[in-house]
């Protein structure tokens, strides 16, 4: 992503400029060149970017000269041909320039596409343009992380405060340590003492502590207090190239704003046709949900020796009905992958047996480390510290967590540093305790809730990355599918700045973990590990609840911050069998179209050891 949300080297000298050796002439056009010119005028900039800085002064005239006076701004620093790779393809890649601005005693970081590039590039204008980062400012950054491969270029991810990271910033003509280098002059930038490569800004905190701090999810750039302050962004297309080249920034004009919005309305879009479809067909479609599945029908599934004998059925019926929780620990067990469908009663033993023994193995990695030695082992105590933190803040209501001194809140923190120590690479982050909570409750046994949760991160992994990569492919991929299945919906998210999705991140990074209460979140999560439909269909758990709620959305002229503050507050209001059938309708009447809608590698990936537990596609979910 662009910034989507929770965040997107060689020789030659880089244009650096300072404020002592900026000359009048460039400080005039300094923030009038074409590629700021282009933020201004194409709405689909707003796109999964942050909301503007409150800092950043609007001007109210057609021409503004930005000079280094405390109401101006400069640049302190400009590289030209610092890339983004959306994906692996190299055609895809998108060029253009990074900037550090000073403004009074403010440092913002600017990158900007560059325009027409080459025709042979795969990515169209408007979803290259969804990658521009808006002048963002250093008091909302976290920390920049540096890359060095020992082949290829350089790189860096810079973090914000909230958790959330743009994508890799790739510089091509060299160029980081300059950059490291000015910021340094203006705010305060110290190295971890963790890892060399990252470095913090503004901040001594435990820089493990890279998620959200609070998954309630604060907006990932406050705004300041009066509407009128932050960069003159319009809607409107420029005339020509001329136009660009002068670099005219025009103001926002809420006639402006809704003249263009008449206009994009009157041209003809595919998309809206689909959208107008999705409304009258999800009125009929989408089956009714079944009751769970039973010991009586489960046992009818097995053959003598324990294997299951139609994997596909037995999906197909978790997805329209759940299961008995007393059947919960056994079907769980082989929806998770931890069981293979085609394992008998016997190996199934045998497994258990033989897991337990390498989970008590990498458990006394840690349980061994003396005090001493903890001492001397900085992301160990901190880790630990983590953890202790948030077991005891998880799910208190709940009996089998309730009470002073619970045994069951012991377990919680136990698997959780094991499994800081099995995936050291990755380690703990907020909101993993969410996810093994219920697989705990659920299963009950230490070894075999550590399994299943190890199965369940293999897919989820990603969205606790450093670079949050995993979260950015998937709300991009909401962004896509809205704007195919809900084209009004699309519109009023784009007009209103809104097409970042961060209001979704709480959603996908947990799994709807909080929107629900308990026993509902667990049939949730049983249909969505089926992989009946799609792999994603969580991603359309989000548009179902985005189109249920739309009339009220757009009806209340709901900003973005407005829009938050609803969807944290929809906790627990939210029914789940109707957002089931609906997501089950938009997921076939999207059929490729959608699938085209969610890049290649979203997670949560498919297990793809042998292709066995989760085939692709079913045949006859039509």
């Not at 300059?178 to 190295?191: D, P, S, Y």
């Not at 023994?357 to 480390?369: D, F, N, P, R, V």
């Not at 046994?445 to 995993?470: K, Y």
Request: net charge negative; glycine share 6%.
């Amino acid at each position: 992503l662009c910034l989507f949300f929770i965040s997107a080297a060689s020789q030659t000298g880089p244009a650096f400029v300072t404020k002592k050796n900026l000359p009048l002439s460039h400080k005039s056009l300094a923030m009038q060149e074409t590629e700021l010119q282009d933020l201004s005028d194409d709405a689909d900039y707003a796109a999964s970017q942050l909301q503007g800085s409150a800092s950043m002064v609007r001007s109210n005239s057609r021409k503004q000269s930005w000079s280094s006076e405390p109401d101006g701004a400069e640049i302190v620093y400009l590289k030209d041909n610092v890339t983004i790779h959306p994906t692996q393809f190299a055609s895809e890649r998108i060029s253009g320039r990074l900037k550090l601005i000073k403004q009074g005693s403010s440092l913002f970081m600017t990158w900007i596409p560059y325009n027409g590039q080459s025709s042979n590039a795969k990515l169209s204008e408007k979803d290259r343009n969804l990658y521009t980062i808006r002048p963002v400012p250093f008091t909302e950054v976290r920390s920049i992380r540096r890359h060095t491969p020992a082949l290829g270029w350089q790189y860096i991810i810079v973090v914000l405060s909230s958790g959330l990271a743009f994508p890799p910033l790739y510089f091509y003509n060299g160029g980081v340590k300059e950059f490291l280098g000015t910021i340094k002059q203006h705010v305060f930038l110290v190295r971890s003492a963790e890892d060399s490569n990252v470095f913090l800004v503004n901040d001594f905190q435990n820089p493990l502590q890279r998620t959200l701090s609070s998954l309630e999810l604060p907006r990932a750039v406050s705004l300041a207090s009066e509407p009128s302050m932050s960069i003159s962004v319009g809607e409107s297309p420029l005339k020509d190239d001329q136009e660009r080249a002068d670099g005219e920034v025009r103001n926002e004009s809420s006639n402006i704003s809704q003249n263009n919005v008449m206009q994009r309305q009157k041209v003809h879009d595919p998309a809206r046709d689909l959208s107008i479809q999705v409304d009258k067909l999800t009125l009929v479609w989408g089956k009714p949900r079944l009751p769970p599945l039973g010991p009586d029908e489960w046992s009818m599934l097995l053959d003598s020796e324990g294997r299951i004998m139609d994997s596909k059925a037995l999906r197909k019926r978790i997805f329209y009905g759940g299961v008995e929780h007393g059947l919960r620990k056994e079907v769980w067990a082989f929806l998770l992958g931890y069981h293979r469908y085609d394992s008998t009663y016997a190996e199934r033993e045998y497994l258990r047996s033989l897991k337990k023994t390498q989970y008590e193995t990498i458990k006394i990695q840690w349980q061994s480390i003396s005090p001493e030695q903890a001492k001397r082992f900085t992301k160990f105590r901190e880790r630990k510290g983590l953890i202790e933190k948030d077991v005891i803040r998880t799910d208190r209501s709940l009996f089998f967590y309730d009470g002073d001194d619970n045994a069951n809140v012991n377990l919680l923190r136990d698997i959780l540093l094991t499994y800081s120590f099995y995936n050291f690479d990755l380690g703990y982050c907020q909101g993993m305790s969410d996810l093994l909570s219920p697989i705990l409750f659920v299963m009950d046994d230490e070894s075999e809730a550590f399994w299943c949760f190890v199965a369940l991160m293999d897919r989820l992994g990603p969205n606790f990355n450093r670079d949050q990569n995993g979260m950015h492919s998937q709300l991009f991929a909401v962004f896509k599918l809205v704007e195919l299945l809900d084209s009004p919906l699309h519109n009023y998210f784009k007009q209103n700045d809104c097409l970042n999705y961060f209001f979704c991140f709480r959603w996908v990074l947990i799994q709807f973990k909080r929107e629900f209460e308990y026993e509902k979140t667990m049939l949730l999560w049983e249909v969505l590990w089926t992989h009946y439909l799609s792999e994603h269909l969580h991603l359309y758990v989000c548009v179902a609840i985005l189109k249920r709620y739309r009339s009220k959305i757009m009806g209340e002229q709901m900003d973005f911050d407005t829009l938050l503050k609803f969807i944290n507050e929809l906790s627990g209001h939210i029914d789940l069998d109707s957002i089931l059938r609906d997501a089950e309708a938009l997921c076939i009447c999207a059929g490729e179209n959608g699938a085209a809608s969610i890049p290649p590698g979203t997670p949560p990936s498919l297990p793809v050891d042998d292709g066995f537990l989760y085939p692709q596609q079913d045949d006859d979910v039509l």
